[in-house]
């Protein structure tokens, strides 16, 4: 190994002078939780601050140690104590700013982290460098809180891109919205009518369920829930909830979605299960003047006329009967094809009553007659005259009795 000249060797020990805004490669000395001991070359050390290495506040144990490269930018040659200041941070924006540029101009795909949530929109970190996104574009449908993005990683694209006013907006409906048309152009590519699906509950309306199913919503109306009676449909169904069902039609973009699988249709054995004769219970749903619904089971009612509660004259069924109650009746006539299945009180009342039935029959049938005969023999006028005429003959056959007698003496 050669031996370095006198001159050589002053070079080599002298010190690099640095300047105000210079960028400079420097090699980390010592760590602090809040401080870095940076050999830059020049007479003196330099020192990056916790506050200088990121805007994101760090222990800065954490991310470096003694011996790490390190690129850094002067901010002051001297400190006033013999130091020289030094920012990490401002080196990575610059680059960052620089890739942010690019992207803007050629409309790549950036990813970044929520930082802030703010009243009219999001704060992303990229880098050291901060993007803001109005709520209006940070999603294709309104969202009114924006909480949940706090700490989460997003995608999206530069619309507008000007430093020096530090005006750097970002848009992730764009990139929401081209993603679901994605997802929509492949789910209808492959779904059909019939098919089965799996979803999550989107939303809840009075009339309905929107299931996503990947790419597009389906619609699982109210009458499609159940093979029964469905009055609410936020009491069988939450949000988020996954739910399997089957796709009934496909009309354009709109996919009409049903629960009512065929094998399930309690229909299908309902005319062996309620034949004519058949003694059933069941719960009573709603009543009208002219009868009164039972549910047998979710899907299948029987009507309870009004003339076949009771043996006894009565207006309408709510007069003897509650919704919600349970009776007892027999099927006296089904109709599978229109599905209707007539029920009968009174039919099973005489079954197990019959004569019991005979005689409250027979007595319903004697006291109409006699409350018949009364109300007949009321309607009919007295003739004052002839009732006068009646009473006078009679009056005057006595007195012919007892005349003779008189005679006689």
């Known amino acids: 190994m050669s031996e370095l000249s006198f001159e050589e060797l002053l070079q080599e020990e002298k010190p690099v002078h640095v300047r105000q805004g210079q960028v400079i490669d420097g090699e980390v000395i010592s760590v602090k939780p809040d401080e870095l001991v940076v050999n830059i070359g020049a007479k003196a050390d330099g020192i990056v601050t916790a506050a200088e290495y990121s805007n994101t506040p760090v222990d800065l144990t954490t991310v470096v140690k003694p011996g790490d ?6 901010l002051k040659s001297n400190d006033g ?14 680059k960052a700013y620089a890739e942010l540029e690019e992207a803007f101009n ?9 930082t802030q949530v703010l009243s009219g929109g999001l704060s992303v970190q990229v880098s050291e460098c901060r993007v803001f ?4 574009l940070v999603s294709d449908t309104f969202e009114r809180d924006l909480t949940k993005y706090l700490d989460q990683e997003i995608e999206f694209v530069l619309t507008e891109y000007e430093p020096r006013k530090r005006r750097v907006i970002g848009n992730r409906k764009k990139i929401v919205a081209e993603a679901k048309e994605k997802a929509a152009a492949e789910l209808f590519a492959r779904i059909n009518v019939g098919d089965t699906v799996e979803g999550t509950i989107k939303n809840i309306t009075d009339f309905g369920a929107f299931v996503d199913l990947g790419g597009a919503d389906g619609l699982l109306h109210i009458s499609e829930m159940s093979w029964g009676r469905v009055d609410n449909p936020k009491k069988i169904f939450k949000v988020g909830e996954t739910v399997k069902c089957f796709i009934k039609e496909i ?3 709109k996919i009409a979605l049903s629960l009512k699988f065929d094998d399930q249709n309690p229909w299908l054995n309902a005319e062996e299960k309620y034949a004519v004769g058949t003694v059933v219970k069941g719960k009573v749903a709603r009543m009208t003047d002219f009868g009164a619904f039972v549910v047998l089971e979710p899907g299948i009612d029987a009507l309870l006329h009004v003339s076949q509660i009771s043996f006894d004259h009565i207006e309408k069924p709510s007069d003897i009967l509650k919704s919600g109650e ?7 006539d089904i109709k599978i094809a229109e599905k209707k299945i007539s029920l009968s009180i009174k039919a099973l009342l005489k079954d197990r009553n019959p004569e019991e039935v005979k005689e409250e ?5 004697e006291e109409a007659s006699v409350t018949e005969a009364e109300e007949i ?29 008189e005679d006689a003496e």
């Open 377 to 405: 023999s009321e309607s009919i006028p007295v003739d004052a005259a002839i009732a006068d005429a009646v009473e006078e003959t009679a009056e005057e056959v006595v007195e012919e009795a007892e005349a003779p007698a």
């Open 361 to 365: 029959k027979a007595e319903e049938e």
């Open 326 to 332: 349970e009776i007892e009746a027999k099927v006296v």
């Open 106 to 114: 050629n409309g790549t795909i950036l990813k970044g982290k929520v």
């Open 251 to 253: 009309n354009g973009s």
């Open 81 to 94: 104590d013999g130091q020289v200041l030094l920012s990490h941070k401002r080196v990575a924006a610059e």
């Open 69 to 74: 490269s390190i690129t850094v930018k002067v």
């Open 133 to 136: 996104i109005p709520a209006s």
